[in-house]
């Protein structure tokens, strides 16, 4: 048998007759259609719950996240020192101001800028010739004057002479009377040229000290110990003293020792004084602190950029040098000092949690909250002196280590 023939064979036994396999299929019977609809919906609805969980889930998460958290700051114990701050420039504490009272020619000048002079030092010298000329007139004046007192002190003693003998002539009736009289009359105007002579030669005295005095001002001397700390003239130079005396020179006394002179805001006027301690800085110097102490606190106010200031002198030790006259200074005068209290956050002091009012504070009673079980509890305190950053606590119920919320609220000033 051929191998065609056995495989039809075999396939005829091995399938069983196609009415039989579609009765088996049931196609002799009406279809039911699946119901594909349903499983669509369900297949939403799944969607639909998974979708509301993830988001429920979300916005729990967000509620969460948006819950009000309570930024807290530890009560600690230390030191509160209070201090007003200030701004000014370093000054000489004696600062004199050189010019000439006369009129003329620069001859020589002996120091410039720098210079270390001592009281009496020459500074400059003007030119003198008609100072000098002046000076022989005034002499030769003087000297005329005293030959004039001289001659009419000559002629008061002859006039005098002649009228005591006139007089004893009268009386003996050797002479007349009017002869008597006419010898009083010139002792008289003897006498009265006397005192006039005489006082023109006091008058020629003067002139002649006056001249001395003009010609000892052309040498200009220093009043006082110092530096020269500007010089505004040259050989050769002249000027005129006829409307307002130039200034010649600027001397400041002892460097060593200078002035801290600032401008005190009048809101701060109130709690400086003097004897209080400062420190400073300057520009040159960045990094180091100068101490200073207030002499005095001017009554005079001062408008600067419509702000009403008082200045305030502080003295300050200059032994090293390191400070010159017209640096700016920022000041930190200690006005309040304390070396060991409870001190308190100051943003404490200024929150409130959301829908709670404000406690009401007067004067010096503040309150704080204390954070309990993730909830903020009132605590009413009285406050001492602040920096801004930390307040002193005066009286109440906080202790070092506790832990005060500071911040994520309503805050009230």
């Known amino acids: 048998m051929s191998s065609h023939g056995r495989r039809d064979e075999q396939e005829g036994h091995a399938r069983p007759p196609v009415p039989d396999i579609m009765a088996i299929l049931g196609e002799n019977k009406p279809r039911r259609r699946f119901p594909w609809g349903w499983l669509a919906l369900v297949i939403v609805l799944i969607a639909a719950g998974y979708g509301g969980y993830r988001f429920y889930q979300s916005g729990d998460l967000q509620l969460v996240a948006a819950r009000p958290g309570y930024k807290t700051a530890e009560v600690i114990r230390g030191p509160m020192n209070i201090t007003v701050r200030a701004t000014g420039a370093i000054e000489p504490i004696n600062r004199v101001e050189i010019s000439s009272e006369l009129s003329g ?74 002869d008597f009289e ?27 000290a006056l001249a001395e005095l003009r010609l000892s001002k052309a040498t200009i001397r220093s009043p006082i110990d110092g530096v020269v700390l500007y010089r505004n003239v040259d050989v050769g130079q002249t000027f005129t003293t006829s409307l307002e005396a130039p200034t010649l020179f600027v001397i400041a006394g002892d460097l060593g020792q200078m002035e801290l002179r600032v401008d005190i805001d009048e809101a701060d006027v109130g709690k400086v004084e003097p004897g209080q301690k400062a420190s400073f800085t300057v520009e040159a110097f960045p990094d180091k602190r100068f101490p200073a102490e207030i002499a005095s606190i001017r009554y005079a106010s001062e408008l600067n950029s419509d702000v009403v200031t008082y200045k305030a002198v502080l003295l300050v030790d200059n032994s090293e040098r ?43 009673e503040r309150t704080a909250w204390l954070l309990r079980n993730g909830e903020p509890l009132p605590v009413p305190i009285t406050v001492g002196a602040s920096d801004g950053r930390y307040t002193a606590v005066v009286n109440g119920d906080l202790r070092v280590g506790d832990m005060v919320v500071t911040g994520n609220g309503r805050e009230v000033r």
């Open 105 to 178: 020619t620069v001859k020589d000048v002996l120091v410039d800028f720098n210079s270390e002079v001592k009281a009496g030092d020459v500074l400059l010298e003007l030119e003198t010739d008609e100072l000098t000329a002046d000076i022989l007139s005034a002499k030769a004046k003087l000297a005329a004057a005293g030959a004039d007192v001289a001659s009419s002190v000559s002629d008061v003693e002859s006039a005098k002479a002649t009228m005591d003998r006139a007089e004893t002539l009268a009386k003996r009736n050797v002479a007349p009377r009017q």
């Open 182 to 208: 006419d010898a009083q009359f010139a002792y008289a105007a003897a006498v009265a040229d006397q005192q006039s002579a005489e006082a023109r030669l006091d008058v020629a005295k003067a002139e002649l």
């Open 322 to 364: 390191l400070l010159r006259q017209g640096m700016t200074a920022t000041a930190d005068i200690l006005v309040s000092e304390s070396e060991d209290v409870i001190l308190v956050p100051t943003a404490a002091l200024r929150f409130v949690p959301a829908g709670v009012d404000a406690p009401t504070s007067s004067g010096d």
